[in-house]
């Protein structure tokens, strides 16, 4: 199966999981802001909430992704405060025609004061897990 890692992050949280998951999958994470050069199975797709919706940057990642190259996508991401931080990433990924699995991964991310020290390694523990059990599949 080919799968390919892309996020965007701006504290540092989202980059920890992406890493995670692209090391359990065998794959280089790279930045939201580096096109996939070749189709995948799955593309692992990580970010977080700012102010309310996608960043900018991964928008215009989404929006350049032909949907003939990637299969599946499958969310993952971190936030110090919403509850459903891929909702917007979802609504994107639909207007391109491109599959989100039902398996996704979140966890608390660290901002300011709120939930200092996350991701942690067992948040990290369990972002490997959720790629690994994308290659059982």
Do not use: W
Not at 56 to 67: E, R
Request: net charge positive; hydrophobic share 40%.
């Amino acid at each position: 199966m080919k799968v390919a890692v892309r996020y965007f992050s701006r504290s540092g949280n989202t980059k920890k999981l992406a890493e995670a998951i692209a090391k359990a999958a065998g794959v280089e994470a790279k930045d939201c802001g580096v096109p996939l050069s070749d189709p995948v199975d799955v593309l692992f797709l990580g970010a977080s909430v700012y102010g309310g919706a996608p960043d900018k940057q991964l928008s215009d990642f989404i929006a350049a992704l032909d949907p003939q190259s990637v299969k599946c996508a499958a969310l993952f991401g971190s936030s110090a405060i919403a509850k459903k931080p891929d909702q917007g990433t979802e609504k994107l990924l639909a207007q391109k025609n491109i599959p989100v699995s039902e398996r996704r991964f979140f966890c608390r991310g660290s901002f300011l004061f709120l939930h200092r020290g996350r991701p942690n390694a067992e948040d990290l523990k369990q972002a490997a897990d959720f790629a690994a059990g994308f290659e059982k599949k």
